[in-house]
T-cell receptor, first 116, second 115 residues
Framework: AQTVTQSQPEMSVQEAETVTLSCTYD???????LFWYKQPPSRQMILVIR??????QNATENRFSVNFQKAAKSFSLKISDSQLGDAAMYFC?????????????FGKGTKLTVNP | ETGVTQSPTHLIKTRGQQVTLRCSSQ?????VSWYQQALGQGPQFIFQ???????GRGNFPPRFSGLQFPNYSSELNVNALELDDSALYLC??????????????FGPGTRLLVL
């Protein structure tokens, strides 16, 4: 079974600085998808960024980028120019393309605090 | 805003009772998934419905059941509530179960407390 591990329960960053959140996963599949979701206090899970495993190029979305290391099964999220609104729980998630199910496997999350 | 709504926002039940949680997906989204998020944990997949039929299930007992309706709404039913069922319940919808290509849109969740 696939597992996702986020080893940093909490992280903090100064406004305008850069922070990196770590994620590792375990799978025997070669084709899959990885995601970072943000969950603010409002509880609504919001997609931050997505990476297809077959793509070697790391995904970027404005201030958010990933470092995808397939051999190491590592998928870290870098947030540049951190803003107060970035404060939230961040979840790393894995999805297999097999079986037609859209099941996401989540890590336990990292709580990000942004200090003014 | 994701266009996915859930009701109620909060709910308190006692052990042994039954509960029904509701989700309204975006128009055209014929796939809905339900997740349970215990306090301090990541969401765990309960099951998925596609065109009103269950087509994927996580490690949850049969007392967790669901329904999906043609009007893009769905229900999660939990019978014989246990204290460990206390959690945030999230639904997520996508337009088709095309593996990997679609974004899942999450609702704000229902916070269930079982006493």
């Amino acid at each position: 079974a696939q597992t996702v591990t986020q080893s940093q329960p909490e992280m903090s960053v100064q406004e305008a600085e850069t922070v990196t959140l770590s994620c590792t996963y375990d799978t025997s599949e070669s084709d899959y998808y990885l995601f970072w979701y943000k969950q603010p206090p409002s509880r609504q899970m919001i997609l931050v960024i997505r990476q297809e495993a077959y793509k070697q190029q790391n995904a970027t979305e404005n201030r958010f980028s990933v470092n995808f290391q397939k051999a190491a099964k590592s998928f870290s999220l870098k947030i540049s120019d951190s803003q107060l609104g970035d404060a939230a729980m961040y979840f790393c998630a894995y999805r297999t393309p097999q079986g037609g199910s859209e099941k996401l496997v989540f890590g336990k999350g990292t709580k990000l605090t942004v200090n003014p | 805003e994701t266009g996915v709504t859930q009701s109620p926002t909060h709910l308190i039940k006692t052990r042994g009772q039954q509960v029904t949680l509701r989700c309204s997906s975006q128009s055209g989204h014929n796939t809905v998934s339900w997740y349970q998020q215990a306090l301090g944990q990541g969401p765990q997949f309960i099951f998925q419905y596609y065109r009103e039929e269950e087509n994927g299930r996580g490690n949850f007992p049969p007392r967790f059941s669901g329904l999906q309706f043609p009007n893009y709404s769905s229900e999660l039913n939990v019978n014989a509530l246990e204290l460990d069922d206390s959690a945030l319940y999230l639904c997520a919808s996508i337009s088709t179960p095309k593996a990997g290509a679609e974004t899942q849109y999450f609702g704000p969740g229902t916070r269930l407390l079982v006493l």
